[in-house]
């Protein structure tokens, strides 16, 4: 699809990439094939992948355009937030997908954020594992008693107005992603957690779109018991602050 005057698509889709190279070609053709009537263009910021996934992303540019999948790199990893912000300088888009690359998120459920936000006008459209029709795929039972018992001790915490506070499969009106993002301090898991609390305290209107998890196919987690430390403490620090 034509990008309108002056270049600008509707949605810009940044996608943070680290040692991607297995999955980063079938996640934005899944994207193409979802999406065949949106104006878009992907944004992948690689934070200087050893393995190769730039080169990938550079075959993917000569297939679908250096207009609709745009690479921009960093030297190293720099953190999610500021990915974000990264991606947010060369984006056109007057509205912003945030997405992982392992395949997690599942670009299937790109037209229902979509259609949420032309129904509600929401600010944030979010994916959540916690209601009806959601799900986590992939996960031993450890695993998933974990998120769930952190998603509930911030939900009674924070008192936050979403469902499912550590996902990072989200829809954004620009101007309000911009926002966010400069009023956040937190890094590494917690920053999405920080996002749509801070979201929630500036009156923003938020909705939800059910979707399945699905554990990353290829390569491996980067969760750890650091990241579960970081979590905690992160809580405590929005307790106090918001």
């Given at each position: 699809?034509?990008?309108?005057?002056?270049?600008?698509?509707?949605?810009?889709?940044?996608?943070?990439?680290?040692?991607?190279?297995?999955?980063?070609?079938?996640?934005?053709?899944?994207?193409f094939?979802?999406?065949?009537?949106?104006?878009?263009?992907?944004?992948?910021?690689?934070?200087?992948s050893?393995?190769?996934?730039?080169?990938?992303?550079?075959?993917?540019?000569?297939?679908?355009?250096?207009?609709?999948?745009?690479?921009?790199?960093?030297?190293?990893?720099?953190?999610?937030?500021?990915?974000?912000?990264?991606?947010?300088?060369?984006?056109?888009?007057?509205?912003?997908?945030?997405?992982?690359?392992?395949?997690?998120?599942?670009?299937?459920?790109?037209?229902?954020?979509?259609?949420?936000?032309?129904?509600?006008?929401?600010?944030?459209?979010?994916?959540?594992?916690?209601?009806?029709?959601?799900?986590?795929?992939?996960?031993?039972?450890?695993?998933?008693?974990?998120?769930?018992?952190?998603?509930?001790?911030?939900?009674?915490?924070?008192?936050?107005g979403?469902?499912?506070?550590?996902?990072?499969?989200?829809?954004?009106?620009?101007?309000?992603?911009?926002?966010?993002?400069?009023?956040?301090?937190?890094?590494?898991?917690?920053?999405?957690?920080?996002?749509?609390?801070r979201?929630?305290?500036?009156?923003?209107h938020?909705?939800?779109?059910?979707?399945?998890?699905?554990?990353?196919?290829?390569?491996?987690?980067?969760?750890?018991?650091?990241?579960?430390?970081?979590?905690?403490?992160?809580?405590?620090?929005?307790?106090?602050?918001?």
């Open positions: 699809m034509e990008a309108t005057a002056g270049g600008k698509r509707e949605y810009s889709i940044i996608v943070p990439t680290y040692n991607e190279r297995l999955n980063i070609a079938l996640i934005v053709y899944l994207i094939k979802h999406l065949p009537d949106v104006n878009f263009e992907i944004i992948i910021v690689d934070d200087g050893p393995d190769g996934t730039q080169d990938i992303v550079k075959q993917l540019q000569q297939v679908y355009g250096e207009d609709r999948v745009l690479l921009r790199a960093r030297p190293r990893k720099l953190g999610l937030g500021t990915a974000y912000l990264h991606g947010l300088k060369h984006a056109s888009g007057e509205f912003v997908v945030i997405m992982d690359a392992d395949l997690s998120h599942h670009p299937k459920y790109l037209p229902s954020f979509i259609r949420k936000q032309k129904e509600t006008g929401a600010d944030v459209v979010t994916g959540t594992r916690y209601v009806k029709n959601g799900g986590v795929h992939g996960w031993n039972l450890m695993r998933k008693l974990t998120s769930r018992g952190a998603n509930v001790l911030a939900q009674t915490l924070l008192q936050p979403a469902s499912d506070l550590t996902g990072s499969f989200r829809l954004y009106k620009r101007d309000v992603l911009e926002d966010l993002i400069s009023s956040c301090v937190s890094k590494g898991y917690v920053f999405q957690m920080e996002m749509i609390v979201a929630t305290r500036k009156g923003c938020i909705e939800e779109v059910p979707i399945t998890f699905v554990d990353r196919v290829f390569g491996t987690s980067k969760l750890g018991g650091s990241e579960i430390v970081g979590y905690l403490k992160g809580l405590v620090y929005l307790l106090l602050t918001t």
